[in-house]
C-alpha cells in the first residue's frame, strides 16, 4: 500500500493512545485488587473493603469493555484498509495475503488464481502439465483451507470485498 | 492491476497492534530493569514487579478477546510444527505465518510461563504485599518502627518458612531461565529476520510492515 491518508494515521493514532490508556487502566487495577486481597485477609466486613471491592470492580468492567472497544477499533481500521485496498485495485495483493493466511503451498496459490481467473480444471491441468485429478485434489485442499463450500464460494470471497466498499455510502447516505 | 501471474514477494503478517508492541516491550524493559538494574526485595523490585503482572494480565487477556493475530488460536502450542519450523529455518527456507511462526508461538508460551513462576514465587515472598504497603512497611523502618519486621516474622512455623524459602529458590531459578529464554528468543528473531530477509524487530517496534 502506497501513502496513508490522514484519516487512517488518525485512527493508527487513536489505536496506540487507546492502548496505552487500557494499560495504564490495568495497571490501576492489578494494584487495587491486590489491595484488595489484602483488605479481604483483613477484614472483609469494612466498608472500607466493600467500597474498595465495588470500585475494583467497576474498574475492571471498564477494562474489559475497553479492550473489546479497542479490538472492534482495529478491526474496523483494518477492514477500511482493506477495502482501500481493493479499490484501488490492489486485488491481487489481497489475494496473495489471504492465500498466505490460508497457508496454501505454492503449487495450491498457482491453481487458486487459475481457479479465480475462471479457468476450469481441464485448462489448469493443460497449464500446469499435471493431471487433472491431481488439479482437483489441490482444489478441493484449498477450499478446505479456505473453509469455502465450492468454486462459486471461492471467488465470491473476494468479490465481496468489493461489494461492501461499492454499498457503503448508500448506507451512510441512508443513515 | 495487471500482470499478477509474477511472483509477488508473499505478503508479510498484519502489523502487530499496538497493545501487543506494549506490551512486549514493556515485559522486555521490565524483565531488564529486575534483573540487572535493581535490587531483589527493594521498592523498585517490587513495583517493577507488580507492573509485570499488570503487562502480562494485559497481554493474556487480549490473547483470549483481541484481533485475530493476537489471539492464541492464531499461534496455538505445537511442538511438532515448532521443531519442523526449526528445521526449515536451519535450511534457511522458511514461510511467513500470519502471526508467530510456530517456533516463536512455543518460545511465547514459555516465556509466559516462566515469568508466571516469576511473578507467583516473588508474590509468596513478599506475602501478596502492593507496593504501597511495602513502601509503608520500609517508611516505618525507617523511622526506628521495627515492629513491621517482627509482625511479618511472628506465628510464622518452620513449614512457612521452609515454604518462603522453595519460593526464593523457585524465584531466582526461574528468573534465570527466563533470561535463557530470552536471549535464545533474540536469537531466534535474528535467524529468523535473516532468513525471511525482513526485519521483525522493526515490524515488532512501529507496527509497520517493513519492506
Not at chain 1, 472483609?44 to 473489546?68: D, K, N, Q, R
Amino acid at each position: 500500500m502506497t501513502t496513508s491518508p490522514e484519516i487512517r494515521t488518525a485512527g493508527r493514532r487513536q489505536t496506540v493512545a487507546l492502548s496505552v490508556f487500557l494499560l495504564i487502566q490495568t495497571l490501576g487495577a492489578v494494584f487495587y485488587v491486590g489491595d484488595v486481597i489484602g483488605d479481604l485477609r483483613d477484614d472483609p466486613a469494612s466498608a472500607h473493603f466493600v467500597f474498595e471491592a465495588i470500585v475494583t470492580t467497576a474498574l475492571v468492567l471498564g477494562i474489559v469493555f475497553g479492550t473489546f472497544a479497542l479490538r472492534r477499533t482495529i478491526e474496523v481500521l483494518r477492514a477500511q484498509d482493506q477495502a482501500l485496498a481493493v479499490a484501488r485495485g490492489a486485488l491481487s495483493d489481497v489475494i496473495e495475503a489471504q492465500f498466505s493466511a490460508w497457508a496454501l503451498t505454492p503449487a495450491e496459490r498457482d491453481v487458486g488464481y487459475l481457479a479465480l481467473k475462471g479457468l476450469d480444471v481441464a485448462e489448469i491441468a493443460d497449464l500446469r502439465g499435471a493431471a487433472q485429478g491431481t488439479v482437483r485434489a489441490q482444489l478441493t485442499r484449498i477450499y478446505a483451507k479456505a473453509g469455502v463450500s465450492g468454486r462459486a464460494q471461492f471467488a465470491a470471497f473476494f468479490v465481496e470485498d468489493l461489494l461492501g466498499s461499492g454499498i457503503a455510502p448508500v448506507e451512510v447516505a441512508l443513515s | 492491476m495487471a500482470a499478477p501471474r509474477t511472483r509477488i514477494p508473499v505478503a508479510p503478517p498484519r502489523l502487530w497492534d499496538p497493545v501487543v508492541r506494549l506490551t512486549h516491550w514493556g515485559i522486555a524493559a521490565s524483565v531488564v530493569l529486575n534483573s540487572f538494574l535493581d535490587e531483589g526485595g527493594s521498592l523498585v523490585h517490587v513495583s517493577v514487579g507488580w507492573v509485570l503482572m499488570a503487562l502480562l494480565v494485559m497481554r493474556l487477556v487480549w490473547g483470549a478477546i483481541g484481533p485475530a493475530e493476537a489471539r492464541f488460536s492464531a499461534f496455538p502450542p505445537n511442538p511438532m510444527a515448532a521443531l519442523r519450523h526449526l528445521r526449515d529455518l536451519a535450511m534457511g527456507q522458511v514461510r511467513p505465518y500470519p502471526s508467530h511462526n510456530p517456533a516463536g508461538a512455543l518460545m511465547a508460551y514459555a516465556l509466559w510461563a516462566t515469568l508466571s513462576v516469576v511473578i507467583v514465587t516473588g508474590l509468596v515472598m513478599t506475602g501478596g504485599a502492593t507496593p504501597m504497603q511495602v513502601a509503608e512497611e520500609k517508611a516505618a523502618v525507617a523511622s526506628g518502627d521495627w515492629s513491621a519486621l517482627i509482625k511479618t516474622g511472628e506465628g510464622e512455623s518452620d513449614e512457612d518458612r521452609a515454604f518462603g524459602k522453595a519460593a526464593k529458590e523457585v524465584h531466582e531459578v526461574a528468573a534465570n531461565l527466563l533470561l535463557v529464554l530470552a536471549a535464545l528468543h533474540l536469537a531466534g528473531v535474528f535467524l529468523e529476520s535473516r532468513a525471511l530477509r525482513r526485519n521483525l524487530v522493526a515490524a515488532m517496534l512501529t507496527g509497520h510492515r517493513p519492506k
